[in-house]
């Protein structure tokens, strides 16, 4: 059974850091590239950032980009969001997802974020 | 940068057929994916690649795309349908760029 389990949501002041953990389980981790998707209290899906399968190839939202960034650790089946210069309308729910053919497959329950001083 | 509009809600009657429409530029080129999002939950993929289902996806959810817009098609709604549906695809610059639909409501009632 494919799981996914989203961590190190907390609440952050407006410019501080964080980095999101999410624990694969269940598949081949490395056969897999992988996606983080947010969703603001209240809203729809906003897709944030692709890795490959190597890490080798990473894709932003260009409402992201050059504030996260995304990593993989294929030894440690673990996928992380690296999370910068953080803005109150970064407050979401932070999903990771699995990856087929550039589409999310399956999803973890998600960690909350909050960016609030 | 691209978008991806869905109808905000859609009404069905147990039993009836609801269709939910998804308009983009480069849906004649590139495929569409579905999302059921229930209350308090993740979501999950209900039509790939426009019109496959994934295995465990009840037959009545079917989707189909023609030109700038897809469809997806849930024949005999049932109550625990109800949900959010959003649809998923990429632009045609091919520079990874992937979005979500502005999601629709569906209430069956």
């Known amino acids: 059974e494919v799981q996914l389990v989203e961590s190190g949501g907390v609440v952050v002041q407006p410019g501080g850091s964080l980095r999101l953990s999410c624990a694969a389980s269940?598949?081949?981790?490395?056969?897999?590239?992988m996606h983080w998707v947010r969703q603001a209290p209240g809203k729809g899906l906003e897709w944030v950032s692709l890795?490959?399968?190597?890490?080798?190839?990473?894709y932003y939202a260009d409402s992201v980009k050059g504030r996260f960034t995304i990593s993989r650790d294929n030894s440690k089946n673990s996928l992380y969001l690296q999370m910068n210069s953080l803005r109150a309308e970064d407050t979401a729910l932070y999903y990771c997802?699995?990856?087929?053919?550039?589409?999310?497959?399956?999803w973890g329950q998600g960690t909350l974020v909050t960016v609030s001083s | 940068s691209y978008e991806l509009t869905q109808p905000p809600s859609v009404s069905v009657s147990p039993g009836q057929t609801a269709r939910i429409t998804c308009s983009g530029d480069a849906l004649p080129k590139k495929y569409a994916y579905w999302y059921q999002q229930k209350s308090g939950q993740a979501p999950v993929l209900v039509i790939y690649e426009d019109s496959k289902r994934p295995s465990g996806i009840p037959e009545r959810f079917s989707g189909s795309s023609s030109g700038t817009m897809a469809t997806l098609t849930i024949s005999g709604a049932q109550v625990e349908d109800e949900a959010d549906y959003y649809c998923y695809s990429t632009d045609s610059s091919g520079n990874h760029s992937y979005v979500f639909g502005t999601g629709t409501k569906v209430t069956v009632l």
């Open positions: 269940g598949f081949t981790f490395d056969d897999y590239a």
């Open positions: 997802a699995r990856s087929a053919a550039g589409s999310p497959d399956y």
């Open positions: 890795i490959s399968w190597d890490g080798g190839s990473t």
